[in-house]
């Protein structure tokens, strides 16, 4: 029986993505070339929207975990003192404002933007010191804004379109600029050999999923160039970039 065509990778390019698996109902392709996993095809952005608009705990006066979220936030923020400290700098996917506000009590002149209303609505409450904006990366860009400094954890996974999602980070760092992105890692050694076992492979919740190879790909098709790795003893990709 003859084996089905394989396809376009949407991160490397190569003719080499094809069926892998089914997990909740969702099909996932792979690229044998560079690993990159993803649902096939991937929900629409509307439906991915009405996802996490409706997470659950979230209200203008209340947020999970919100003293140890803050305290990791803040532990982070220092970290990257050397670039915040007087700069400009932006939480994509902000949640309820904490590395924000981080952020901006290490010097930076912060903000934070999320496509959650109620997260918005908590972050605005409890941090009123700090920006913060409602939509989409995509819409937010077409305000000409832009920062030294970049901060998008666990987001990447989320997106319907790596690329377009990629290329409006890119728009709104400054060339010079820092990107920080963290993402699950298929290429981690703690990772299941089952890969499909894994709980972070969650579709319709995480449509993407990255190796260090994969991301590097599409973070230096639009215009960054990786400056570091950070080794994470869990399954994650911590990458900083520098926006040529």
């Keep these: 029986m003859n084996q089905p065509a394989k396809r376009e990778c949407p991160m490397c390019?190569?003719?080499?993505?094809?069926?892998?698996?089914?997990?909740?109902?969702?099909?996932?392709?792979?690229?044998?070339?560079?690993?990159?996993?993803?649902?096939?095809?991937?929900?629409?952005?509307?439906?991915?929207?009405?996802?996490?608009?409706?997470?659950?705990?979230?209200?203008?006066?209340?947020?999970?975990?919100?003293?140890s979220r803050f305290r990791r936030a803040f532990i982070k923020a220092v970290k990257f003192a050397r670039y915040i400290r007087g700069r400009d700098a932006i939480d994509v996917g902000c949640g309820g404002?904490?590395?924000?506000?981080?952020?901006?009590?290490?010097?930076?002149?912060?903000?934070?933007?999320?496509?959650?209303?109620r997260a918005i609505a908590y972050a605005r409450r409890r941090f009123p010191a700090c920006e913060f904006a409602c939509g989409t990366l995509e819409d937010f860009q077409k305000t000409g804004r832009s920062f030294d400094f970049?901060?998008?954890?666990?987001?990447?996974?989320?997106?319907?379109?790596?690329?377009?999602?990629?290329?409006?980070?890119?728009?709104?760092?400054?060339?010079?600029?820092?990107?920080?992105?963290?993402?699950?890692?298929?290429?981690?050694?703690?990772?299941?050999?089952?890969?499909?076992?894994?709980?972070?492979v969650d579709p319709p919740r995480h449509v993407r999923y990255f190796n260090a190879e994969s991301l590097g790909l599409l973070l230096g098709r639009h215009g960054f160039a990786l400056r570091r790795k950070i080794f994470k003893h869990k399954p994650g990709l911590q990458v900083l970039a520098e926006r040529l």
Excluded at 33 to 57: N, Q, S
Excluded at 97 to 103: D, I, L, Q, R, T
Excluded at 160 to 167: M, P, R, T
Excluded at 182 to 189: A, E, K, N, S, V
């Design 97 to 117: 404002g904490f590395v924000a506000e981080a952020m901006r009590r290490v010097g930076a002149r912060a903000m934070g933007l999320d496509i959650s209303e």
């Design 13 to 67: 390019r190569a003719a080499a993505a094809g069926s892998f698996a089914r997990k909740n109902g969702y099909a996932l392709s792979r690229c044998a070339a560079c690993g990159f996993l993803f649902v096939d095809p991937v929900p629409t952005p509307a439906d991915l929207a009405r996802l996490y608009r409706a997470e659950a705990g979230i209200t203008a006066d209340s947020y999970p975990k919100a003293s």
């Design 150 to 200: 970049v901060y998008c954890s666990e987001v990447i996974e989320h997106v319907a379109d790596a690329d377009a999602f990629v290329a409006a980070l890119a728009r709104i760092c400054r060339p010079g600029g820092r990107l920080f992105v963290t993402t699950p890692d298929i290429g981690h050694w703690r990772v299941p050999k089952d890969l499909v076992s894994w709980s972070l």
